[in-house]
C-alpha cells in the first residue's frame, strides 16, 4: 500500500534549522507532485511548499519564501523540506502529501512536529 513517512522534526531554537524528509513507498514516484503542509494548534492545516513531478516550479507560501526550500530526489523517493531561520510561529505539526498527476489521488503521512522555542 502507499505509504508517506515523514522524519525530521523537533526542538529548535529561533533562528534554527532543521530538514525534513518524506519518504515514499507503494507509488510510482515520479508521477506524484508532492506537497508539505503543516497545522498549528487550534489553527487549520495551511499549504507550505510543493513541488512539480520533476522537481521544477518550487512554490511557497508568503511566510516562508526565502527561509524555506523544497526538493525531491526520484531515485530515492523522498521529497525534503530544508527549514532556516525558524521563528516561532513556524511550529506546527507537518505533513506531506503526494497527488498523482494521471489519477488526482492523493495521499498523506502521518506528520512529524517541529517546535521551535527557546
Known amino acids: 500500500q502507499v505509504q508517506l513517512v515523514e522524519s525530521g522534526g523537533g526542538l529548535v531554537q529561533p533562528g534554527g534549522s532543521l530538514r525534513l524528509s518524506c519518504a515514499a513507498s507503494?507509488?510510482?514516484?515520479?508521477?506524484?507532485?508532492m506537497r508539505w503542509y503543516r497545522q498549528a494548534p487550534g489553527k487549520e492545516r495551511e499549504l507550505v511548499a510543493g513541488?512539480?513531478?520533476?522537481?521544477?516550479?518550487?512554490k511557497y507560501a508568503d511566510s516562508v519564501w526565502g527561509r524555506f526550500t523544497i526538493s525531491r530526489d526520484n531515485a530515492k523517493n523522498t521529497v525534503y523540506l530544508q527549514m532556516d531561520s525558524l521563528k516561532p510561529e513556524d511550529t506546527g505539526v507537518y505533513y506531506c502529501?503526494?497527488?498523482?498527476?494521471?489519477?488526482?489521488?492523493?495521499?498523506w503521512g502521518q506528520g512529524t512536529q517541529v517546535t521551535v522555542s527557546s
Open positions: 502529501s503526494g497527488s498523482d498527476y494521471f489519477t488526482g489521488n492523493t495521499y
Open positions: 507503494g507509488l510510482t514516484f515520479s508521477s506524484y507532485a
Open positions: 513541488i512539480s513531478r520533476a522537481g521544477t516550479d518550487p
